[in-house]
């Protein structure tokens, strides 16, 4: 079992940055890759974000690319997603999640979730 606490979400100005923490516990975590993931009202949950725990293999959504950073702290098992230049579209509960091994840009791929942090961008 794998248990994933976020936050660092809320409000922000368009043009704005905001950094979300992914705090993971249970399991040898370093075996699993974590995705970041979000969900806009009335649309499916989208791949935004991967990283790996072991290398730190980053992987992005064009929509993203350039302008958000996924990272991790082995030390303290929490992964990041630094978002820059956020924009109103940004708007969007994210979501941390994990699986064994690899990471892949399908949801249904991702065993355990966070409990979401909404990230409102304001125009």
């Known amino acids: 079992q794998v248990q994933l606490v976020e936050s660092g979400g809320g409000l922000v100005q368009a043009g704005g940055s905001l950094r979300l923490s992914c705090a993971a516990s249970?399991?040898?975590?370093?075996?699993?890759?974590m995705g970041w993931f979000r969900q806009a009202p009335g649309k499916e949950r989208e791949f935004v974000a991967s990283?790996?725990?072991?290398?730190?293999?980053?992987y992005y959504a064009d929509s993203v690319k350039g302008r958000f950073t996924a990272s991790r702290d082995s030390a303290k098992n929490t992964v990041y997603l630094q978002m820059n230049s956020l924009q109103p579209e940004d708007t969007a509960v994210y979501y941390c999640?994990?699986?064994?091994?690899?990471?892949?840009?399908?949801?249904?791929?991702?065993?355990?979730w966070g409990q979401g942090a909404q990230v409102p961008v304001s125009s």
């Open positions: 990283i790996t725990w072991s290398r730190g293999t980053t």
């Open positions: 249970g399991r040898t975590i370093s075996n699993y890759a």
């Open positions: 999640a994990a699986r064994p091994f690899s990471a892949t840009t399908n949801r249904g791929n991702y065993t355990y």
